[in-house]
T-cell receptor, first 116, second 111 residues
Framework: GAVVSQHPSWVICKSGTSVKIECRSLDFQATTMFWYRQFPKQSLMLMATSNEGSKATYEQGVEKDKFLINHASLTLSTLTVTSAHPEDSSFYIC????????????FGPGTRLLVL | LAKTTQPISMDSYEGQEVNITCSHNNIATNDYITWYQQFPSQGPRFIIQGYKTKVTNEVASLFIPADRKSSTLSLPRVSLSDTAVYYCLVGESGSQGNLIFGKGTKLSVKP
C-alpha cells in the first residue's frame, strides 16, 4: 500500500510555544490530506481536511487560528499547533488519499505531542 | 455519512478465525466499506475495502450481503500480533468526503 510519513514522531514543548508537524505522501501525490487527533483510549477525531493549493476545511469546534494547516505541495501538508497548552497534548495523525487505488485513505504513523 | 456500529470488544485464541461484524444501516449507494487496524500509538493501517459481495486479500476477507447494511471482516488463524483495535468505516470513495471513525472493536488474542 501507499506510504505516508509524519515528522516528528513525538515532541515535547513548553506551554505557549508553537509546534509544526509534517505529513508526507512518499510514493504518491495527494491533493487531499486529513488531520486527526486521538486522545487516550478514544477513537480518531477528524480535525480538518487539507486541500493542496487552497484553504483547509475545519470541523466544527476546531479553531482554525490555533491549528494552522498548510498544504503547499502534492506531497506535503503541515499542521502547526500555535501557542500550545497542556490540553493540546494528544496523538496527531494525518492521512492522505491515494488516487491510484480508488482514493483509499492511508494513514501516517502519528505524532505524539506533550505540552508541559 | 453513514454511521457504523461494531462490538466494543472481542476475545479470541491463537489459530482461530475471527469474524467482526459491522452494521451500517444508512449506507449510501456510492459508499464503500473500509476496515482499518490500529495498534497503540500508531496510525491506522488499511486492511481491506469492498463495495459488495466478497473481497479477499492476503490479510483478510470482507463479506458484504446484498443489502449492504452490514459487513463482516474475517481474520483467518489470528496470532497474538493481531491484538489491536479494528475500525469499520463507510464513505464515498473517490470523493472529497472524509472518513468518520466510530469506537472500533478491540480484539484481544490470547495464547
Amino acid at each position: 500500500g501507499a506510504v505516508v510519513s509524519q515528522h516528528p514522531s513525538w515532541v515535547i514543548c513548553k506551554s505557549g510555544t508553537s509546534v509544526k508537524i509534517e505529513c508526507r505522501s512518499l510514493d504518491f501525490q495527494a491533493t487531499t490530506m486529513f488531520w486527526y487527533r486521538q486522545f487516550p483510549k478514544q477513537s480518531l477525531m477528524l480535525m480538518a481536511t487539507s486541500n493542496e493549493g487552497s484553504k483547509a476545511t475545519y470541523e466544527q469546534g476546531v479553531e482554525k487560528d490555533k491549528f494552522l494547516i498548510n498544504h503547499a505541495s502534492l506531497t506535503l501538508s503541515t499542521l502547526t499547533v500555535t501557542s500550545a497548552h497542556p490540553e493540546d497534548s494528544s496523538f496527531y495523525i494525518c492521512s492522505a488519499r491515494d488516487p491510484r487505488g480508488g482514493e483509499t485513505q492511508y494513514f501516517g504513523p502519528g505524532t505524539r505531542l506533550l505540552v508541559l | 455519512l453513514a454511521k457504523t456500529t461494531q462490538p466494543i470488544s472481542m476475545d479470541s485464541y491463537e489459530g482461530q478465525e475471527v469474524n467482526i461484524t459491522c452494521s451500517h444501516n444508512n449506507i449510501a449507494t456510492n459508499d464503500y466499506i473500509t476496515w482499518y487496524q490500529q495498534f497503540p500509538s500508531q496510525g491506522p493501517r488499511f486492511i481491506i475495502q469492498g463495495y459488495k459481495t466478497k473481497v479477499t486479500n492476503e490479510v483478510a476477507s470482507l463479506f458484504i450481503p446484498a443489502d449492504r447494511k452490514s459487513s463482516t471482516l474475517s481474520l483467518p488463524r489470528v496470532s497474538l500480533s493481531d491484538t489491536a483495535v479494528y475500525y469499520c468505516l463507510v464513505g464515498e470513495s473517490g470523493s472529497q468526503g472524509n472518513l468518520i471513525f466510530g469506537k472500533g472493536t478491540k480484539l484481544s488474542v490470547k495464547p
